[in-house]
Nanobody, 119 residues
Framework: QVQLVESGGGLVQAGGSLRLSCAASGRTFAMGWFRQAPGKEREFAAA??????FYAASLKGRFTISRDNAKNTVYLQMNSLKPEDTAVYYC?????????????????WGQGTQVTVSS
């Protein structure tokens, strides 16, 4: 069983930046970030898996995922934020290799952290 604890959400003005953190209680092979806006489905943002990074095409260039293996922590640096980035951001983890862009690929989830971008 892996527990995930997210932090770093908040309110920011458009054009600003935020960094989300997700600490895992055990070893993981893949860790990803998803987001869910009100009335919308949960969507993939970014993932770190087996030393590689993966991004939603629409977010690449503004979002950067990184991982501190010593701390079992993954970060999501979000720059040039837009109001449409407003959502609850969820961290997810898998202890096995596999596809990284679908919510169903991850058995472990954090509680979510709210990111609100004002215009």
């Amino acid at each position: 069983q892996v527990q995930l604890v997210e932090s770093g959400g908040g309110l920011v003005q458009a054009g600003g930046s935020l960094r989300l953190s997700c600490a895992a209680s055990g070893r993981t092979f893949a860790m990803g970030w998803f987001r869910q806006a009100p009335g919308k489905e949960r969507e993939f943002a970014a993932a770190w898996s087996g030393g590689g990074t993966f991004y939603a095409a629409s977010l690449k260039g503004r979002f950067t995922i990184s991982r501190d293996n010593a701390k079992n922590t993954v970060y999501l640096q979000m720059n040039s934020l837009k109001p449409e980035d407003t959502a609850v951001y969820y961290c997810a983890a898998n202890i096995r290799a596999g596809v990284v862009s679908r919510p169903s690929d991850y058995p472990y989830w954090g509680q979510g952290t709210q990111v609100t971008v004002s215009s």
